[in-house]
């Protein structure tokens, strides 16, 4: 009420505080400074002697409570509302107001509405908002400032800072204010785990580890941070959607398992471990798995999780964390932090799995520079939006090839992925067979298989070839290898287009990929693995992977595996021989050691060789993007049977669902749909009849006339 009473004494005689306000303004200002340094001088005060209390006498309830006070009391500048900012307002002598956030040289004193509109425009409006406070900017000089050429300190010019609500650090920019928050919520560190004393860091462990979530796939337990989903904001990014890679990838192991043991598998981009902890967990003594990651949060997750699922740290004892475990562990994980490329370089690995965020390119290198002869390297990209031609810069940047959007063009970014790698293993001298290629909408995955010696690398060059694409009915062809330069290059296209339309009809796209994306024996073998273990979510895929590979539509494959009598599961009819008993026999008798070619190893390769029938036709043709505009055309397993009746080879493909691969030109392919396609003006007829007839029955059903 007192304040109320001044503000409208002030208003009556507004004119005669106007002439008195020039003599006392300077003390004002003095009143003012000399409050606000007071405010801060009295936080300090409190902290000290809160923490004075903790260390006199730790045992103390009364000085358990003092500190916890001083540790949660905030500055002025972090308030919930801009009410509460505006209450901490006070009146001078002449009854104007002053702002608490600003200086006297800052902002003189004013009148109330003049000063909520300086409120809400400069410090609330460029507040940092975390969890339902507001960071405003403060303009008090609560910063040391740097001691001038003189050695005084000028006050004149305070920088403008914000205050932060976990740490009480002062940061001068806003972005930095933001990105410096984000730091605290990746290491679990909010406003309730935050404490200024040693008698909270019990609480900081409880809220750090009631903060995390656990998530369980393929019976193997995970601890995530809550914004796990999020790359940007997680340190430990976990995605759902990959599960479908993992398991591939977990069966690509599970085959190289049965041909040498033991196995040295890396993880070279572990964040949480989900992959490595699966492949101990199913693998057990068949692996010896290392985990890496060069950023130390993920570190101390994927050591939790290795206890979490009951699985000894190599380095560490086994209550080095004060729990002992009732168990035997099941395995024994290896954790580094180091940089991937230099792990890779000091170190030999059977198996090395590369899973960055966005491309991998920068790690091909180092992957294949130790990796050991018939040992696997897969690569799994997810720099979509550069694999599937919307950045065309960043593709010629990373992978040096030039693309356009087309209609194959996820086996397009398949391809390119493969001639990248292909070179990088020319450059270390070896050679590769593609085992497995798969596009989906959130990644490429690629597994190749190393084979050592410069004949196997000067094979590879061979394979990466230019693509000849035309624009008008995107019929492609890889472009032939010949001595002559050829006059015009269109000539090798099956299409006409370059001859009935005007200016320049085709592209040359590429470098890229001309070999087979698959090998037909090993997804048998990793179509065994799956079942095995119990993975059927990813059985159809692997299926579908089969029959593409063989360019065929049977759904009946005979699969390598121990069991001798034919069974049958998920509709796959498994058969094995003693021939591949045999096979696999000698693959268990290679040994370890320095892993060079012996004789068991050559032959294996050249049944692996003999097992891989004809390569199957490049690229695939859209059912839907080639149909004929006032024709219903076909459904597509009777379009499949069509076309296999005329003498083709043809499959669907995994890469588009209306994708059919098949050895006919496009003239042949749009040739045989429309023969079976029906116009679209007799089915219009045929189905208003019969929704005639419906409405007769319904009519008279009902009793209407």
Not at 127 to 139: A, K, L, N, Q, T
Not at 370 to 391: A, F
Not at 593 to 614: C, I
Request: proline residues 3%; hydrophobic residues 30%; aromatic residues 6%.
């Amino acid at each position: 009420m007192a304040e109320l009473q001044k503000e409208e004494s002030v208003q009556l005689h507004e004119e005669d505080a106007d002439d008195n306000s020039g003599s006392t303004a300077g003390e004002a200002k003095v009143d003012h400074e000399e409050s606000n340094i007071q405010q801060c001088d009295e936080g300090k005060e409190k902290t000290e002697q809160a923490e004075d209390a903790t260390n006199e006498d730790p045992k103390d309830e009364t000085g358990a409570s003092t500190s916890s006070t001083a540790a949660a009391e905030k500055h002025i500048s972090i308030q919930a509302q801009l009410t509460d900012l505006e209450n901490l307002t006070d009146l001078n002598e002449t009854g104007k107001k002053l702002c608490p956030l600003c200086s006297e040289e800052k902002f003189k004193a004013c009148y109330n509405h003049k000063l909520q509109r300086h409120l809400q425009n400069l410090h609330w409006k460029v507040s940092v908002e975390f969890e339902g406070h507001r960071m405003c900017i403060c303009h008090l000089p609560c910063r040391q400032l740097k001691p001038s050429l003189n050695g005084d300190q000028c006050s004149s010019r305070l920088g403008a800072h914000y205050h932060c609500i976990v740490c009480s650090a002062t940061v001068s920019r806003r972005t930095d204010m933001i990105s410096h928050l984000k730091r605290h919520v990746n290491k679990g560190e909010t406003e309730a785990s935050y404490t200024g004393g040693p008698d909270f860091s019990t609480e900081t462990k409880v809220s750090a580890k009631q903060s995390c979530e656990i998530l369980k796939e393929s019976d193997t337990n995970v601890q995530v941070l809550p914004n796990y989903s999020t790359p940007q904001k997680s340190d430990s990014y976990f995605s759902r959607k990959m599960k479908t890679n993992r398991q591939l990838v977990f069966c690509a192991l599970a085959v190289l398992s049965e041909d040498r043991t033991p196995l040295e598998c890396l993880d070279a981009f572990g964040a949480t471990g989900i992959m490595g902890l699966q492949w101990a967990q199913h693998l057990s003594s068949a692996v010896k798995v290392t985990i890496n990651d060069i950023n130390e949060t993920s570190v101390k997750m994927i050591r939790e999780n290795c206890h979490l699922n009951h699985m000894r740290v190599q380095g560490e004892n086994n209550d080095s964390e004060g729990e002992e475990l009732d168990e035997e562990p099941l395995s024994t994980i290896e954790v580094t932090k180091m940089d991937a490329n230099v792990l890779m370089h000091l170190r030999a690995f059977d198996f090395i799995h590369l899973d960055p965020y966005g491309t991998a390119v920068n790690y091909l290198d180092a992957a294949f520079r130790n990796v050991r002869n018939l040992g696997i390297v897969s690569v799994t990209s997810t720099d979509t939006s550069s694999l599937y031609s919307k950045t065309l810069n960043v593709t010629l940047r990373h992978y040096s090839c030039h693309i356009v959007r087309t209609e194959y063009y996820k086996e397009l970014a398949a391809r390119m992925v493969i001639a990248t790698v292909a070179r990088a293993a020319a450059r270390c001298n070896k050679g590769i067979k593609v085992l497995l290629a798969v596009a989906l909408e959130h990644f490429v995955l690629v597994v190749v298989q190393v084979l050592r010696g410069p004949t196997q690398a000067d094979e590879l060059p061979k394979k990466i070839q230019q693509l000849i694409h035309c624009q008008w009915c995107e019929e492609r062809v890889f472009l032939k290898e010949g001595s002559m330069v050829e006059e015009n290059l269109y000539r090798q296209l099956p299409c006409d287009c370059h001859g009935s339309m005007p200016g320049k009809t085709a592209v040359e796209l590429g470098p890229l990929w001309s070999g087979s994306l698959f090998n037909t024996g090993f997804l048998r073998r990793m179509l065994f693995e799956a079942v095995q273990h119990g993975m059927d979510e990813i059985q159809p895929l692997v299926k579908s992977l089969i029959c593409e590979s063989e360019c065929t539509t049977l759904k009946q494959f005979s699969i390598p595996g121990p069991a001798r009598n034919v069974r049958q599961e998920c509709g796959v009819v498994i058969k094995t021989s003693e021939k591949e008993e045999d096979v696999s026999s000698d693959e268990q008798s290679l040994g370890t050691g320095k892993r060079k070619m012996q004789e068991g190893a050559g032959n294996v390769l050249k049944r692996q060789k003999s097992d891989v029938p004809v390569e199957h036709p490049a690229f695939y043709y859209s059912i839907h993007r080639h149909s004929i505009r006032g024709m219903n055309m076909p459904k597509l397993n009777k379009f499949l049977q069509y076309l296999t009746e005329a003498g083709f080879r043809v499959s669907r493909t995994h890469f588009d669902p209306t994708g059919v691969r098949t050895d006919a030109t496009l003239a042949q392919f749009k040739s045989i749909l429309t023969k079976y396609s029906v116009p679209t003006y007799t089915a219009v007829q045929t189905g208003d009849h019969s929704h005639a007839s419906d409405d007769v029955k319904l009519d008279i059903e009902f009793g209407n006339p």
